[in-house]
């Protein structure tokens, strides 16, 4: 078969780590996804594979085709929901431990090999995708919907090349000319709906684990779900699919074409799952889900479809200021202790708040930009001292990255906690009040403390008894203790 032959080619010269091992090779796209055992090496084979057998304009794109095409996106959808962390069918290796690395790897294999489906299908016929045959429109838009949902979850900003596709394969269909499009039929119209409803639950702003929790509770709802052409009275997740509009929360109507989102009448559903997962049951329909990623998911789901979903509450003020950045505890306390900046990084501050900021970060000498929950340490450059910062929300692009940042302490201070027995270097986040609270940042690997514990700073001496951690993250922890 020549598909075959080319896919045979493509993976030998994509895939040249799966031929060292000693054995036959399954060259079918679930035998590349197999990656030898290890899903990350099929991932990014596959990527590989398709990449190079579709290009605009290639014969090796007529003679794949879309058999091809079409069997590494149903292979694609079970390789991805076998190796995933958790899931309705996720069933990880016995015995073997990932790290954080791997598992950041992997998402990202799964982000490239969905955008490399979707853009093989557009590769066949981009000029009449939207006059071609349903299925294959279908096919389509469902790629687009994986890729756009696997982006977010690695934190990507909303990508305007897929939403564009998307948008304008639901305007081309019968489904856009009624005036309201269910979640309980299947078609390119329930596909948008998916799209729109994954987008309004932030999944860019949640774990990995958290964020697959979320997308499957999220279908499971769709029947519940609908797209609307009249507005309601409160604020909506609204989008105009012939512009390939990015949706955005209103209030009512504003312009011509608009859908808005209804995720309402799945309330009813959610409850019920609310009730079963308070007495420890997960529901059926959420199939593998552990029981705190499902009981977290519901909860979240709740909150953000209510007819009250969360606002923020803090006025948000314009702001056009540079920023010095310091990243991690062992850099932010080098800094608050006077230390020269040791790794530059001049970011933008476009928005702040009472309780946080907006950054833009336009470059960073690790090449990597920080995730959710890293310790920032943010030096106005107009300005003095340094303030201490959490990053709560991150979306990358080709160029840049948002950050938003919540503030920890506008005056952070040195110092160090004594039980007698260890002493350990720490930063306080706030002034020692008697009978008030007081929360410290401390190493990870700090030692347990006993009591009682003394704080060393700015040349005094305070008595404080441990209450709890309020955080806990690879490089820190924050600990919250009563000035006594």
Known sequence: MPALHWLRACVQSAGERLLDQPRTLDYTPAGVLAGGGNPVVGLEAATATLRALYKPGSPKAEVAGLHVVSSFDDALREAVQASAPIGVRANPTAGVVRDHAWWGRWLA????AWMAVCDAYWCLSPSSAFAGAEAVRLRLASSVVEALKWSACDRFGPDEVLWERIGLLFAASPESQGGVVGGDVAGIGREYLRAVAHYSVNLDQVELEMGIALAHVVDICLPFLALDRRPAELPQYVAIPEEGSIPVRQMGSEREGEWHFAPWAASELLAEFSKQLARSIVPSPLGRLPLEHARAAVEHLRMQWSATPPVRTRRRYVQDATAEVARGLPACTAVIGGKPLAVPRN???????????QIIATSDPSRAWPDIGELLAIHFVDGEG??????????????????????LARSPVL???DDGRNSVDAVLCDPPSKGEALRILLPSTAPALGEPVFVKAAGGLTKVRALGVLRRESGYLLQVFQVL
Do not use: P
């Not at 294999?109 to 490239?112: E, K, L, S, T, V």
């Open 347 to 357: 970011w933008k501050v476009i928005d702040f708040s009472r309780s946080g900021l």
């Open 415 to 417: 110092g160090v906690l």
């Open 109 to 112: 294999g799964a982000r490239d």
């Open 386 to 407: 340094w303030q201490l910062g959490i990053v709560r929300r991150l979306r990358m692009w080709a160029t840049h990255a948002g950050l938003g940042v919540e503030l």
